[in-house]
């Protein structure tokens, strides 16, 4: 492992956290000597962003802990365009005020990992905006267009995968790398910053953004990319078969946040925990020396570790014990994740097959069969033999829920309102 002089660098290698670089040493150098702006963007697609996002909100909070300042560029601007990196279609259009209820949301996960502020390793948020909105089309195209050619932008991964599937990419969407790399030029000019972060997928439009920096107005820019995260099975980080892991509470609870991490592979234990706790390395290097059913323990603190970052240490240690008292005691505890039904729908009826996937346990009814069959959806800790049967009154519990069950890990209350 390489050793660098700068305490940014070094953590953020010891961690795994690093895939490609422009010019480590020469960031190394300037990391060194003195604190540096990085910034990493995000679109507001959604009122959340998910684990997949994580792994840039860390490398963030590496940078301002070891005494720089981070930028959170929120893509107000670029939204309205949509990245085709990775997409085989065109993203929804969204409204302006979709967009500004969106970043509204997307900050509340920022402000638990990073410390915003007016000093001098304090955060900024930024929205691109700010500049997107005000460029008239003539100059844009004088200033920053002449530096992209057509030939160039077509060899791009986000334009020739399209291409190659024969999808079609829009001009709008087009037009993304030239707007994500003028972000680059922008953000240097009003901030100082001179380091764009970001996933292994983002490494073309990151290297735009350093040749239209040195082209537009000379400056030295650098890039940084993470490892495209996946899991040991090949899946990609943040996805799962029930959907988004979101980091907003409202959008999923932190005993389901707790019982994602919980679920990790066995292989997966000791890259996850140095990325996504601040556990020490050498403690990191115990729990993922443990073998068989202990490997379990570590696993939990994994969970628990990456829950309180998100939801805090209160929350993060009752979904431990609700856990523990679910899989251990088989107890029926109010921590479980509850979904409500209409109390007149459960006095008609709910079909098992319905109910399972309505409480997010299941995407199909095919599923669910395959579940049942195989034994392995319970209701009220009953091993249910019929995709058939059909949840009532009589389901409920005496606290007035029904508990369903697939297999040992995943539970959801039917709360009838």
């Keep these: 492992m390489t050793t660098f002089k700068s305490e940014f660098l070094n953590t953020l290698s010891e961690r795994g956290y690093i895939h490609q670089c422009s010019d480590l040493e020469g960031l190394d150098a300037k ?106 089309y003539i100059p844009l195209l004088r200033e920053v267009g002449r530096h992209f050619t057509i030939n160039r932008m077509l060899t791009f991964d986000s334009v020739k995968l399209r291409l190659d599937r024969e999808q079609p ?139 309180a970052m998100i939801h805090g240490r209160e929350a993060a240690e009752a979904s431990a014990e609700t856990a523990r008292r679910t899989f251990e005691e088989g107890a029926l505890v109010a921590g479980l994740p509850t979904v409500e039904v209409p109390a007149a729908e459960l006095a008609a009826g709910i079909g098992l097959l319905s109910a399972v996937v309505r409480a997010g346990l299941a995407a199909s009814n095919g599923e669910v069969r395959r579940h049942v069959q195989g034994g392995g959806i319970r209701i009220n800790d009953v091993v249910a033999t019929d995709d058939r049967a059909v949840l009532t009154e009589a389901s409920l519990t005496p606290e007035g829920v029904v508990k369903l069950s697939v297999g040992r890990k995943k539970h959801v209350l039917l709360k009838p309102v």
């Design 31 to 136: 990391a060194a000597a003195g604190p540096i702006t990085a910034y990493i963007g995000f679109d507001a697609t959604g009122s959340s962003l998910h684990v997949g996002h994580l792994i840039s909100i860390m490398m963030l909070r590496v940078l301002q802990q070891t005494g720089h300042r981070p930028i959170t560029l929120m893509g107000g601007g670029t939204t309205k365009i949509g990245d085709p990196s990775g997409k085989d279609e065109a993203r929804k259009l969204l409204s302006n005020d979709e967009i500004g209820a969106n970043i509204l949301g997307i900050r509340k996960a920022f402000d638990r990992f990073l410390a915003y502020g007016s000093g001098p390793s304090d955060a900024i948020m930024a929205n691109n905006a700010d500049w997107l909105d005000e460029l008239k």
């Design 169 to 307: 990419l829009t001009f709008l969407e087009f037009n993304y790398m030239i707007l994500q790399a003028y972000d680059f030029v922008e953000l240097h000019k009003r901030t100082g910053c001179v380091l764009q972060m970001g996933g292994s997928d983002q490494w073309g439009n990151i290297v735009n953004g350093i040749e239209l920096g040195r082209r537009m107005i000379d400056a030295s820019l650098f890039g940084l990319t993470t490892p495209l995260l996946t899991t040991a099975s090949g899946a990609k980080m943040g996805k799962t078969a029930a959907g988004a892991v979101w980091l907003n509470a409202d959008l999923l609870s932190p005993y389901d946040y707790w019982q994602f991490w919980r679920n990790t592979a066995d292989a997966d234990v000791e890259r996850f925990l140095k990325l996504f706790t601040e556990l020490p390395l050498a403690e990191i290097a115990k729990l993922a020396a443990l073998g068989g059913q202990e490997l379990n323990e570590a696993k939990k603190i994994l969970a628990t570790e990456a829950t």
